[in-house]
C-alpha cells in the first residue's frame, strides 16, 4: 500500500466494496509455474533496479521474478480494480488508495495475511522494519473497517513529509543556512524579505488537496495534539473549537505575511518541485521522495530538510510518515509461499542498501540506514514520531476532509475567513454524522 505522500500516488477514489466482497467465494486461479512470480507495480523510477533485484534472485534461487510496470498510477489503480474484479491478480502488488480501500481487498480475500511469517523466529523479519512502516500495512484489533487484525503488507521502503529549503537563498534573505526557522514566528518575519528579494517563498502541490490536509494535520498535532485530533474525527469535538480555529488562521497568516509562493493553491506538486529544484523558491513542502526528483532536475542543489514551523511548544510536530511503497501477496495464488520468499529478501539488508542507493528512498529495513545522504537521514530522523490517517484506526468522512481542504484554499486566497471555513466544515461533519447514524 502507497501511504499516499507523492502527487502520483495520491487520490485514488475508493470503489464499490460491495463489488469486492462479492468474489469472496471464487476458486482461486488455476496453479502455475512455482518457479516464477508476477508483481505489478507503478514506479517508473524503480524499474531498473528491480529488474536488477530480480536477476539476482534468479541467480540465486532459480526463480524468476517478473516486474511489470503500469503507469502512470491512475492507470495502475484501474488496472487493479479491474483484477480484482475478475479474480486475476497477480502473485504480488500494491494498492494506492487509503486504508478503506485496503480493507476493501482484505475483507474480499485478496491479500494474504502474512503475521505469521512475520511473527516467526521471535519475529526476525518483522523486527527489522521501522514500526511506522509496518503500521501502515496493519490492522490492529480495534480497527473501525471490520478487518481481522494482522499484517497485510510489506513496505519497501519509508517516507516522510517535511519542508525543504534552499540554503542559498535563505542565506540571501538574512537567514542562517544551518538553523532554519523553528517557530512559526520566525518562519513568518521572513515574508517580508522573501518579498523584496523577488523570489518564491514556500512552494508545495497545494493544488492536490491532499498535501493541504497533510500540512493542515502537522498543525492540528501542534495546536492540539492527538488526542482532541482523534476526538474531532469520531464527532465528540467541533471543527468550530477555538484550537481548529487557530489551525486554520496559520494559513492566513503565512499568506499575509508574504511566505506563501504565488498561485499556491493551483500547483501541482510537479511544478512546484521545478521551481524549487531550479532555486526560484527558498521553501518547499514535500516528502522524502523529492532528494531524488530534486537529484534528476538539479544534482548541485544545496538544500536541507527540516519540520514545518511549530506554533506550540505544548505538543510536538508530528508529520505524516511511514510505509512509502508496500506490496501485498494475493492470497488466492498458487505460488504465495514463493512471493512471501521473495519479499522477504527484498528486504534483507544487502537489497534494502541496494534500493537506497540507486532510487535514494528511504529504505524499509531499519539497519540499512548508513550509506544514504545527509539530506536523507534528516527525513529519516523523525519516522519513529510521524504519524498517517492510515494508522488511526478510522477516518475522516471524505465530504468533511475536502471541505477542510479546500476551505483552507479559501483562506489562503481570502475568499473565506477562519471561521466562516470552521463554520462550513462542521455543518458537513455533521451532516456525514446523522447520515451515518441514520444507517
Known sequence: MAVKFSGCLRGVSAFSILSLLCLCGCSPTPAENKNSVVIWHWMTDRQPAFEELSRRYEELTGVKVTFELYAPSDAYSQKIRAAAQSVSLPDIFGILGEKRDFSSFVKAGHILDITPYMSADNGKWKNVFFSKALAVNEFS????????????????????????????????????????????????????????SGIQGLVSGWGEVWMVDCMANNYAFNVMGKDKVLATIRGDVPYTDPDWIKVFEIFNQMQNSGVLANGLVTMVNKNAEQLFANEKAVFAFNGSWCVNVYKGMNPGLEFGAMLPPAVSSRYPMVIWGGAGSSFMVNARSSRKEEAVKFLRWLTDREQQVFLAEITLNLPANKDSLKKISDVLAQFADDIETSTHPNVWGGSEFPAVVEALDKGIQSIVIGEKTSVQVAEEVQKIKQRELSKKNSK
Do not use: C, H, W
Request: proline fraction near 11%; hydrophobic fraction near 35%; glycine fraction near 10%.
Open 141 to 196: 484489533s480495534d480497527n473501525t473497517y471490520g478487518v481481522t487484525p494482522g499484517i497485510y503488507g510489506v513496505p519497501i521502503d519509508i517516507t516522510t513529509i517535511q519542508m525543504v529549503y534552499n540554503k542559498k537563498l535563505l542565506k540571501q534573505i538574512g537567514g542562517n543556512p544551518n538553523r532554519p526557522p523553528a517557530t512559526l514566528e520566525e518562519f513568518l518575519a521572513l515574508g517580508p524579505k522573501i518579498k523584496a
